[in-house]
């Protein structure tokens, strides 16, 4: 397991984004970080944002370039929702 990892989803689909930031974030370990590289032109940092802390997660840091955006999620202990 790893703590720290990145992933370039340029040119993905969302759906096909997704499943590969899934399958990635389980392979980091707890407190670890998940980075990913998402297309300027096609952002879907909302979204995937939204996903991230839906399933518990905190976005650490969102970088904002000419070119990409590089979206940082912490791993921490999933929330217990009510």
Do not use: C
């Not at 397991?1 to 370990?29: C, H, N, V, Y």
């Not at 980075?35 to 909302?46: A, G, Y």
């Amino acid at each position: 397991m790893e703590t720290f990892k990145t992933i370039d989803i340029r040119g993905l689909s969302f759906f096909s984004a997704l499943q590969l930031a899934s399958q990635e974030f389980d392979r980091i370990k707890k407190n670890g970080i998940l980075e990913l590289i998402v297309d300027k032109k096609r952002n879907i940092t909302d979204a995937l944002s939204r996903w991230a802390q839906n399933q518990g997660y905190k976005i650490s840091d969102i970088e904002d370039d000419p070119r990409m955006v590089r979206l940082f999620i912490h791993k921490s202990s999933r929330a217990i929702k009510a």
